[in-house]
């Protein structure tokens, strides 16, 4: 369990930042290969985990942005 916010905040940042290198992945690779409409969701996915690392370091935590974000991934 996390003790603190700031703990909890760099764990999820941690996270987020994992994730984005995986959707940066994932966008080259449709690139090169895909539909268009994988292309689309591959940068709709990278650009909205992006901004949610840019909000997240915002955050007060006093609401789970993070985690309402995700929930528009496609």
């Known amino acids: 369990m996390l003790r603190t916010t700031e703990e909890e905040k ?5 996270s987020l930042n994992l994730m984005y290198d995986a959707y940066v992945g994932e966008f080259n690779l449709a690139r ?9 969701n591959a940068r709709f996915n990278k650009s909205l985990i992006l901004d949610t690392i840019n909000e997240c370091k915002a955050c007060d935590k006093e609401v789970d942005r993070a985690n309402r974000r995700l929930l528009q991934l496609k």
């Open 10 to 14: 760099r764990k999820v940042l941690e």
């Open 32 to 40: 090169k290969e895909g539909p268009i409409s994988e292309i689309e």
